[in-house]
């Protein structure tokens, strides 16, 4: 006598309770980035848990004790997933919030460029290993660290062939940028995000090269973001620069691209003078000019590679070369393409010769970034 297939029929119940729950919708509810919204600092250095996305972005040049030199970046993404889907598939049945993180090294003597990406569950709400905390400044993805210590930042990320630890202390004050730290991105309110900066930071620690420990210090720079409904439709990506000069001052110029081509007239950029209060640029201030483009072999996606940066009222005249063309982000676990590349600086700044170092970030050129421009749930400016 054949026996019911009980079992077989449990677990397709099972999933498809699984799939409709996980499928169904639900009133969500964001914060909104919102102009009248004061940035209050330390504690919006923390995390947020009503909105939908930030993320916490450290690069720098680092000068090792044999005189090698390298850059570094480590970004910590959160996103919240209530409505994201994955192959149809709701994410927030892998963990709500979610975790990412990608790690960059750039060897600048030898032409280089290594990078890792990790992606976690939650640990509190899932049993994950990826966290960000609320009430002080902590991020974690498994390994990979970030923490404050009094006035001091604790950062470690590794990978095959390196491993880094750095001692991070700001060396400036905050910068709010935009509108008193609203980067507009759209003509709505709640397209855009807080937005500031740590732009001078000394970093000093160590770098294991395949084993082998090298003593590094020099120059860091700090960015979160966070907003829910971040950019408006229309908008592909964007171009953004964070330049260090050797003079102390520093220079963040933030464009938006569009679908159809062309920069949208809300981007703008903030100088850090060596001393003294920041200043915020409008789009008409200044001028970025592309004198080259490289393809990728590996997405067959064109770049821009070289630029010209004017700032007539400060009678500044930039040029931005990568050291290395290929620092393309080609990520899986968190599939998000980039170009985020070190890059060198020389010109005048202010009638007066200069040089420096910078960091370039391109989206939107493999496809438009549309995890941030889909308006899919409800919000709120709570």
Known sequence: MTRPKVIPYLICFLLT????????????????????????????????????????????????????????????????????????????????????????????????HRFEERRSKDYINNNGKGGTLEDKLYLWNDDWSLKQIGSDWLLRAGMKGYDLTLMLTPQKPPVLHGDNGYMAKGDQIGQGTHYFSYTNIRAEGVLFVDGSPLKVSGRAWHDHEYGSYQMASEYRGWDWFSIRLDNDAEIMIYLLTLKQGGIDSTSSGTIVPASGEPVHLNFDDFNVEVLDHWTSRKTETTYPSAWKITIPAYETELSVTPYILNQEMRTKKTLIQYWEGSAKVSGTYQGQPISG??????????????????????????
């Open 357 to 382: 170092k910078a960091f370039v970030e391109l989206t939107g050129y493999i496809e438009p970034l549309k995890y941030l421009t889909k308006r899919d749930v409800q919000e709120a400016g709570v």
């Open 17 to 112: 309770v699984f799939v409709v729950s996980g499928c169904a919708t639900k009133n969500v509810v964001y914060r909104r980035a919102d102009p009248n919204t004061q940035v209050v600092l330390p504690r919006d250095n923390f995390a947020h848990r009503n909105y939908r996305t930030e993320w916490w972005y450290f690069t720098g040049h680092l000068t090792a004790d044999n005189g090698h030199e390298y850059a570094f970046e480590v970004t910590f993404f959160k996103r919240r997933t209530d409505e994201d889907k994955y192959r149809g598939l709701p994410i927030r049945n892998y963990s709500n919030p979610a975790h990412m993180a990608h790690f960059a090294i750039i060897d600048e003597t030898a032409g280089t």
